[in-house]
């Protein structure tokens, strides 16, 4: 265990921790480029370099080990020349196109520039190197290597991560470039986490290109529902519309994030977004549509039966279930859901594409109800005529009820999710716009947070479902989100 | 002086005539600790540039029998001004060898390789050759000379990159991979080719190991000066009479050199600098340059470096602007782009001088030239950078007059 001062504090570190790492738990930032705590060290872009005394020269931050009786200075004169100076090296070839870069705003060279240099340029601008401009490099991503400072995060990412490595430097001095191999693109499905590595815009998100200035942006902590990892992600939005989604680095899940979980911010201002309900397919809104499906409910007394979904919150799968009990009022009623989890890629990517198949438990847990297979074998049986559920979960057991023609009542958010047979269609609020409770493959319970409002008149699914049940006639007091988790024992 | 090195002795009966692999032999029967030691007393010094002491270098290596280790040879000669491990393996490839067969059993190293300059074809195919024979003989291969020791050594030709003589960007080449400088440490002696051990010396530094071992360190020693040991390939460009390849001990004034060995300059041609040691090391003027003695202390205190003994002769009919410009396209060219400031440093100092090798520069790109060189120094991997810087400033502060011609317009035209 080394001790060690950085200017002037003293710090006790384990061994093999680099100054890079030391320095921060002293919360002194050391400025960087090709160092990431996840990847290999390159120590290459020379932005880390530090005065350690009795060293004949500075060294870089990122490589050196601290060692017993160090004394290290990060803002020496001797340390901020050399940053300005890299920092100008690197802006000599530098397009500056800062205005129409997606990256400005949150540009390793713009913010060290403010931070470290603020020094004029003793370039002559018509001697800039060119170098290729825009072109696609993968379904999700742009690269324009005149902005590249060859700090090859990209590279070392393709290389150790997803161990895939489209990647190369071609080329050798100021000639240097990025470029793809021969006949790959990048399409490893992480690929939109070059974008974020990338700390100037020489890649960026096709999805997010030209769409929104990032300081405008709001960032908002959720969960990531594209499988039973339940990644931690922020949601970058601003007047209401989400631009984009990124990890939220933490220890229990997640670096990074995958390309499809990113994707799922889409549907919520999908054209199909539904803002109505749907009955026999046609458009109408939400309180007729209850008041119909509450009479079919009522034909049917007895003939009824509710599916939960792992698709869903806790709050909104418990709803259901008072909805079953208390309204319905049928024994009919399944939220038993299971799947093999487990990371299926090695990276991130759950073997089980639903968010929340360990939520459902709990609620199985407090109100019982039917295993999938009695209820699936319920619904063949013929005794049922009205089914209510989840457009995904529907797909569990849409053989058996279409086999038995049983009409459907469907949550969907958006048209494309409910099936074309539905009686129903019931519109709700999306997770980017309504907290709820989800349960990951390792048992961690997350909330999403609402990050934008929803469609004018959609409300939450268990709100939905409480109005469903004032309409039959049975009050469950569903008035928030918390209170539908009464009872609850995690 | 009878040189040691410089010897025409091309075949191995030619080398077996003058005593070859005597060295080796005698050396199979010291321990390899007591080699270590007696090149440690000879002051050798690696003769690749860095003068980095060749025993302390070998002593490095974790002693003992487990896990591979391995020898390399920096036969990647590409040095401006500087040509003779060429004339060595052309000339005395078996001193070569054997060196390498002693310096192997020394440290451990079952193999070798010479990592040769791709240019360099007829070179290699007399290497190849002279490797060939010395198997034949039992001085290569599996268990030499009836000791146990067994020792390979291969011939492998580089790609043509300036940056493979820089031993870590040399490794990796070696191995398959693009060349560029490694991060140090961890240092080649600890992790090197393939992750092992390995040492890597300069042709000169290995081809002068047999006679240290044949006539003892202290005799080697000697020969040079203080803590520069030997004698030393110099190897003359330039307007001189006999520019060529010299052998002359250490500590020799290099006035001695240019005015006894290489018959004074061509023509009546006035002297006015000297790069001493290949291009990479800060000028001389004219007149320190005939005042300082050629070793590793006297080069330091002079404010240069000894280098590869690449001598670079300059008179007074030649423009240093041009000289720089020169360099500058050459180290911008090779520079490998890893680390931000040579990248962007190297072809920038380019750009300045040619424009005022133009006559289009202006009084402030001289101390342009001079803080861009500085902001190089001591700021990245390996020593390209300074390589570029170091020449770059001493020109600048040695001749700035005419840099400044330049300035107000003057142009050469040549």
């Given at each position: 265990?080394?001790?060690?001062t950085?200017?002037?504090?003293?710090?006790?570190?384990?061994?093999?921790?680099?100054?890079?790492?030391?320095?921060?738990?002293?919360?002194?930032?050391?400025?960087?480029?090709?160092?990431?705590?996840?990847?290999?060290?390159?120590?290459?872009?020379?932005?880390?370099?530090?005065?350690?005394?009795?060293?004949?020269?500075?060294?870089?931050?990122?490589?050196?080990?601290?060692?017993?009786?160090?004394?290290?200075?990060?803002?020496?004169?001797?340390?901020?020349?050399?940053?300005?100076?890299?920092?100008?090296?690197?802006?000599?070839?530098?397009?500056?196109?800062?205005?129409?870069?997606?990256?400005?705003?949150?540009?390793?060279?713009?913010?060290?520039?403010?931070?470290?240099?603020?020094?004029?340029?003793?370039?002559?601008?018509?001697?800039?190197?060119?170098?290729?401009?825009?072109?696609?490099?993968?379904?999700?991503?742009?690269?324009?290597?005149?902005?590249?400072?060859?700090?090859t995060?990209?590279?070392?990412?393709?290389?150790?991560?997803?161990?895939?490595?489209?990647?190369e430097?071609?080329?050798?001095?100021?000639r240097?470039?990025?470029?793809?191999?021969?006949?790959?693109?990048?399409?490893?499905?992480?690929?939109?986490n070059?974008?974020?590595?990338?700390?100037?815009?020489?890649?960026?998100?096709?999805?997010?290109?030209?769409k929104?200035?990032?300081?405008f942006?709001?960032?908002?902590?959720?969960?990531?529902?594209?499988?039973?990892?339940?990644?931690?992600?922020?949601?970058?939005?601003?007047?209401?519309?989400?631009?984009?989604?990124?990890?939220?680095?933490?220890?229990?899940?997640?670096?990074?994030?995958?390309?499809?979980?990113?994707?799922?911010?889409?549907?919520?201002?999908?054209?199909?977004?539904?803002?109505?309900?749907?009955?026999?397919?046609?458009?109408?809104?939400?309180?007729?549509?209850?008041?119909?499906?509450?009479?079919?409910?009522e034909?049917?007394?007895?003939?009824?039966?509710?599916?939960?979904?792992?698709?869903?919150?806790?709050?909104?799968?418990?709803?259901?279930?008072?909805?079953?009990?208390?309204?319905?009022?049928?024994?009919?009623?399944?939220?038993?859901?299971?799947?093999?989890?487990?990371?299926?890629?090695?990276?991130?990517?759950?073997?089980?594409?639903?968010?929340?198949?360990?939520?459902t438990?709990?609620v199985?847990?407090?109100?019982?109800?039917?295993?999938?297979?009695?209820?699936?074998?319920?619904?063949?049986?013929?005794?049922?005529?009205?089914?209510?559920?989840?457009?995904?979960?529907y797909?569990l057991?849409?053989?058996?009820?279409?086999?038995?023609?049983?009409?459907?009542?469907?949550?969907?958010?958006?048209?494309?999710?409910?099936?074309?047979?539905?009686?129903?269609?019931?519109?709700?609020?999306?997770?980017?716009?309504t907290?709820?409770?989800?349960?990951?493959?390792q048992?961690?319970?997350?909330?999403?947070?609402?990050?934008?409002?929803?469609?004018?008149?959609?409300?939450?699914?268990?709100?939905?479902?409480?109005?469903?049940?004032?309409?039959?006639?049975?009050?469950?007091?569903?008035?928030?989100?918390?209170?539908?988790l009464?009872?609850?024992?995690? | 002086?009878?040189?040691?090195?410089?010897?025409?002795?091309?075949?191995?009966?030619?080398?077996?005539?003058?005593?070859?692999?005597?060295?080796?032999?005698?050396?199979?029967?010291?321990?390899?600790?007591?080699?270590?030691?007696?090149?440690?007393?000879?002051?050798?010094?690696?003769?690749?540039g860095?003068?980095?002491?060749?025993?302390?270098?070998?002593?490095?290596?974790?002693?003992?029998?487990?896990?591979?280790?391995?020898?390399?040879?920096?036969?990647?000669?590409?040095?401006?001004?500087?040509?003779?491990?060429?004339?060595?393996?052309?000339?005395?490839?078996?001193?070569?060898?054997?060196?390498?067969?002693?310096?192997?059993?020394?440290?451990?190293?079952?193999?070798g390789?010479?990592?040769?300059?791709?240019?360099?074809?007829?070179?290699?195919?007399?290497m190849?050759?002279?490797?060939?024979?010395?198997?034949?003989?039992?001085?290569?291969?599996?268990?030499?000379?009836?000791?146990?020791?067994?020792?390979?050594?291969?011939?492998?030709?580089?790609?043509?990159?300036?940056?493979?003589?820089?031993?870590?960007?040399?490794?990796?080449?070696?191995?398959?991979?693009?060349?560029?400088?490694?991060?140090?440490?961890?240092?080649?002696?600890?992790?090197?080719?393939?992750?092992?051990?390995?040492?890597?010396?300069?042709?000169?530094?290995?081809?002068?190991?047999?006679?240290?071992i044949?006539?003892?360190?202290?005799?080697?020693?000697?020969?040079?000066?203080?803590?520069?040991?030997?004698?030393?390939?110099?190897?003359?460009?330039?307007?001189?009479n006999?520019?060529?390849?010299?052998?002359?001990?250490?500590?020799?004034?290099?006035?001695?050199?240019?005015?006894?060995?290489?018959?004074?300059?061509?023509d009546?041609?006035k002297?006015?600098?000297?790069?001493?040691?290949?291009?990479?090391?800060?000028?001389?003027?004219?007149?320190?340059?005939?005042?300082?003695?050629?070793?590793?202390?006297?080069?330091?205190?002079?404010?240069?470096m000894?280098?590869?003994?690449?001598?670079?002769?300059?008179?007074?009919?030649?423009?240093?602007?041009?000289?720089?410009?020169?360099?500058?396209?050459?180290?911008?060219?090779?520079?490998?782009g890893?680390?931000?400031?040579?990248?962007?440093?190297?072809?920038?100092?380019?750009?300045?001088?040619?424009?005022?090798e133009?006559?289009?520069?202006?009084?402030?790109?001289?101390?342009?030239?001079?803080?861009?060189?500085?902001?190089m120094?001591?700021?990245?991997?390996?020593?390209?950078?300074?390589?570029?810087?170091?020449?770059?400033?001493?020109?600048?502060?040695?001749?700035?007059?005419?840099?400044e011609?330049?300035?107000?317009?003057?142009?050469?035209?040549?």
């Open positions: 265990m080394p001790n060690l950085i200017d002037g504090r003293s710090v006790e570190v384990p061994a093999g921790t680099t100054l890079l790492e030391a320095a921060q738990r002293l919360g002194i930032y050391i400025p960087r480029y090709c160092y990431h705590p996840k990847l290999s060290v390159s120590g290459s872009c020379r932005m880390c370099l530090v005065e350690v005394e009795k060293a004949p020269k500075l060294v870089t931050a990122c490589s050196t080990e601290a060692a017993e009786g160090m004394r290290v200075l990060t803002a020496s004169e001797k340390v901020r020349q050399a940053r300005r100076d890299v920092l100008e090296y690197l802006l000599i070839n530098h397009p500056l196109d800062c205005p129409i870069c997606d990256q400005a705003g949150e540009c390793g060279l713009q913010d060290y520039y403010m931070d470290y240099s603020l020094r004029k340029s003793r370039f002559e601008a018509e001697d800039k190197i060119l170098r290729q401009k825009r072109r696609a490099a993968g379904p999700y991503l742009m690269l324009d290597n005149e902005r590249c400072i060859l700090c995060r990209c590279v070392r990412f393709c290389g150790e991560v997803t161990k895939t490595a489209e990647l430097v071609m080329e050798r001095g100021d240097s470039f990025i470029d793809l191999k021969e006949g790959r693109a990048l399409d490893n499905g992480y690929s939109l070059i974008a974020d590595l990338c700390p100037v815009g020489a890649f960026t998100s096709r999805d997010f290109r030209f929104a200035r990032a300081w942006l709001k960032r908002t902590p959720t969960i990531c529902l594209g499988c039973a990892t339940g990644c931690e992600i922020e949601a970058h939005h601003y007047e209401g519309t989400i631009y984009r989604l990124v990890p939220h680095p933490n220890a229990e899940t997640n670096t990074w994030l995958c390309d499809h979980g990113r994707m799922t911010y889409k549907a919520v201002r999908a054209g199909d977004r539904l803002g109505k309900a749907l009955i026999r397919k046609g458009l109408i809104d939400l309180e007729p549509a209850l008041r119909e499906t509450a009479t079919r409910l034909e049917a007394k007895g003939a009824a039966a509710v599916l939960g979904s792992p698709w869903l919150s806790v709050e909104d799968n418990a709803a259901l279930a008072r909805l079953a009990k208390d309204s319905v009022k049928t024994a009919n009623y399944c939220f038993d859901f299971s799947a093999e989890q487990g990371i299926k890629d090695g990276i991130l990517v759950n073997k089980d594409p639903a968010p929340n198949t360990a939520g438990r709990t199985k847990a407090l109100y019982g109800g039917l295993s999938l297979e009695e209820f699936t074998g319920l619904l063949a049986g013929g005794k049922i005529k009205i089914l209510i559920t989840e457009a995904k979960a797909g057991v849409k053989a058996a009820a279409e086999a038995a023609g049983i009409r459907l009542i469907i949550f969907a958010r958006n048209r494309g999710e409910a099936p074309a047979a539905a009686y129903a269609v019931l519109p709700y609020a999306s997770y980017f716009e907290e709820g409770t989800f349960v990951n493959y048992g961690l319970r997350r909330m999403t947070a609402a990050a934008v409002e929803p469609p004018q008149g959609i409300k939450p699914l268990w709100a939905v479902v409480n109005k469903l049940a004032s309409y039959s006639g049975a009050e469950l007091h569903l008035d928030s989100a918390p209170r539908a009464k009872d609850m024992d995690f | 002086m009878e040189t040691i090195l410089l010897k025409n002795l091309p075949d191995i009966e030619a080398y077996f005539a003058c005593g070859g692999y005597k060295a080796l032999k005698k050396a199979l029967g010291l321990k390899p600790a007591e080699i270590i030691e007696e090149l440690k007393k000879s002051n050798l010094r690696g003769r690749g860095a003068g980095f002491p060749a025993g302390l270098k070998w002593s490095f290596i974790p002693p003992g029998g487990q896990g591979q280790k391995y020898l390399v040879c920096n036969a990647d000669e590409g040095e401006p001004g500087t040509f003779k491990d060429r004339e060595l393996m052309l000339k005395n490839p078996h001193a070569l060898i054997e060196g390498m067969a002693i310096a192997a059993y020394a440290i451990g190293a079952a193999h390789y010479i990592y040769i300059r791709g240019e360099f074809a007829a070179e290699t195919a007399l190849n050759k002279a490797i060939a024979d010395a198997r034949a003989k039992g001085f290569i291969g599996r268990n030499v000379l009836g000791s146990g020791f067994d020792f390979e050594l291969f011939t492998h030709r580089g790609a043509g990159a300036y940056i493979c003589g820089e031993e870590t960007a040399l490794l990796e080449s070696l191995e398959g991979f693009k060349g560029q400088p490694r991060l140090k440490p961890p240092f080649p002696a600890l992790k090197g080719l393939f992750g092992s051990p390995t040492v890597i010396n300069n042709v000169e530094t290995l081809a002068a190991v047999p006679s240290i044949e006539n003892g360190g202290a005799w080697y020693a000697a020969l040079g000066t203080g803590k520069s040991g030997g004698t030393k390939l110099f190897c003359v460009s330039g307007p001189v006999r520019p060529g390849v010299y052998e002359l001990p250490l500590g020799t004034p290099l006035r001695e050199l240019l005015e006894v060995h290489c018959g004074g300059m061509k009546g041609k002297l006015k600098a000297v790069i001493p040691g290949g291009s990479s090391v800060p000028v001389l003027t004219a007149e320190e340059a005939l005042a300082v003695n050629l070793d590793y202390e006297a080069l330091a205190a002079a404010g240069s000894l280098g590869s003994g690449g001598v670079i002769v300059i008179d007074d009919g030649q423009c240093m602007v041009k000289l720089l410009q020169v360099l500058a396209r050459f180290y911008h060219h090779e520079s490998c890893q680390c931000t400031p040579c990248r962007e440093g190297c072809g920038w100092l380019e750009k300045v001088l040619d424009r005022l133009a006559g289009g520069g202006s009084a402030g790109d001289i101390d342009l030239l001079y803080s861009v060189a500085e902001g120094t001591g700021r990245t991997i390996c020593a390209l950078a300074d390589a570029m810087a170091m020449p770059a400033m001493s020109f600048i502060k040695k001749f700035r007059g005419e840099f011609a330049h300035a107000a317009g003057k142009v050469c035209g040549n």
